[in-house]
């Protein structure tokens, strides 16, 4: 394994730590920010659907963009625009800033969020064993780091700008630092993978099962982070402190999950490790919809942690896996790109779909709906498989032409 490619890995997994950091400092602020603007209850609903259908946008922008530009620069760049629109959110005074900084942190997130992936998949082709799991683990460490940081500007009662400015300051340097040696794939910037008259059309095809899965778990993830605490105090009866705690559990649990699951994945197949991480979410998701007391809810939230946690750096790896196999190493990127903006469709519809269920009909019974479409996963599972590819083989193997192609200094 060359330094290379062992530089590329740590530098990614930085900058996925610095995006979980930031994402977790924006969500978990809310009433903060909403406070700060003056933004009303039936407002802030619009702005906060914005940022994720801005994110769609920004990654439908980036597959178009990676026929031209390596993804490792488009990282580079969009990173910082997350950070200093971090910032902006925090520093603002007026409602139109606090849409501008908005509108800026989606379309840099989507960007963000594809290439990341993008990069990942292709480091995974290169090391020719399962790698991605790790990468999101990171973005999973970041998160509770910056839940932790967001509680202690909320326990001191401190002012946005202030809680933001140090983490960007000390994030932003690192990041652009880390960028010096990003390491792009064998097909980051072929324009013929991505330009060819019908392959857009087969790709999606090929796509379909990945966006599907892709969609089913951020709809099961944004139920947690969005209805546990709710659904813990109003259904389950838990005090306002223990309601708090099932979505750090599912955090921990899930950082946990990712960092053995590449384990997991090289021992087993991609296709037990989906199969059996569709199972216990379904499992967790039964348990919180029948549980009697609290603490059988943070039992089911915890499994929903080990569950749902493999099943989006899985997707995103099969899904580059196959459009490369399929058409060379430059449909990778445009696939991942793709499959991104799915990413964000399932965050707008979980959260609304969860609450107009329970509103409607009971909490209890809306909690049945995502188990219901994790456990449609199973039916796609085999679509986690590698395929044989044009070289005679169905595993991932290094590339030589991923291997030497760091991306270029600042």
């Not at 530009?69 to 409602?95: D, H, I, K, N």
Request: net charge positive; hydrophobic share 50%; glycine share 14%.
């Amino acid at each position: 394994m060359t330094d290379v490619l062992r530089r590329g890995r740590a530098s990614l997994s930085f900058s996925f730590f610095a995006q979980g950091v930031a994402f977790a400092l924006l969500v978990t602020r809310i009433p903060a920010i909403q406070d700060r603007y003056g933004v009303s209850d039936a407002l802030l609903p619009a702005f906060l659907a914005a940022v994720p259908v801005l994110a769609g946008v920004g990654s439908v922008a980036t597959e178009r963009l990676v026929r031209r530009v390596p993804p490792s620069r488009l990282l580079r760049w969009s990173q910082p625009v997350v950070l200093l629109a971090l910032l902006g959110v925090g520093a603002g005074e007026r409602m139109v800033e606090l849409g501008v900084a908005l509108a800026a942190f989606g379309l840099a997130v989507g960007v963000l969020d594809a290439s990341m992936n993008m990069l990942g998949v292709s480091l995974q082709r290169s090391y020719g064993r399962s790698i991605m799991l790790s990468f999101h683990a990171a973005y999973s460490l970041g998160g509770i780091a910056g839940a932790s940081l967001a509680w202690v500007g909320a326990h001191w009662d401190l002012a946005l700008v202030v809680s933001y400015l140090p983490v960007v300051v000390a994030l932003l340097p690192a990041a652009l630092v880390g960028s010096r040696w990003y390491v792009d794939g064998g097909g980051g910037t072929d324009a013929e993978a991505g330009d060819s008259g019908d392959g857009g059309a087969v790709a999606f095809k090929v796509l379909l099962p990945f966006c599907l899965v892709m969609t089913f778990a951020y709809i099961g993830d944004s139920t947690v982070s969005n209805w546990s605490a709710k659904y813990l105090q109003d259904v389950l009866g838990s005090s306002e402190q223990l309601a708090t705690v099932p979505y750090n559990v599912y955090m921990v649990t899930t950082l946990l999950g990712r960092a053995i699951g590449d384990f997991g994945v090289r021992k087993f197949g991609a296709v037990a490790v989906v199969r059996v991480g569709a199972l216990v979410a379904a499992v967790g998701f039964a348990v919180v919809a029948g549980a009697p007391g609290a603490w059988a809810g943070m039992l089911g939230f915890t499994l929903l942690g080990i569950g749902l946690c493999v099943l989006v750096p899985q997707t995103f790896a099969a899904a580059g896996r196959h459009a490369s196999e399929k058409y060379g190493p430059g449909a990778s990127d445009a696939a991942i790109a793709r499959l991104n903006v799915f990413n964000y469709v399932g965050f707008l519809i979980g959260s609304p779909l969860v609450g107009a269920l329970g509103d409607a009909w009971s909490y209890r019974g809306a909690m049945l709906v995502p188990m219901v479409l994790v456990l449609v996963t199973l039916v796609y599972a085999r679509s986690f498989a590698a395929q044989p590819d044009r070289y005679g083989g169905g595993h991932e193997r290094p590339r030589t032409a991923d291997v030497g192609r760091g991306s270029n200094g600042l």
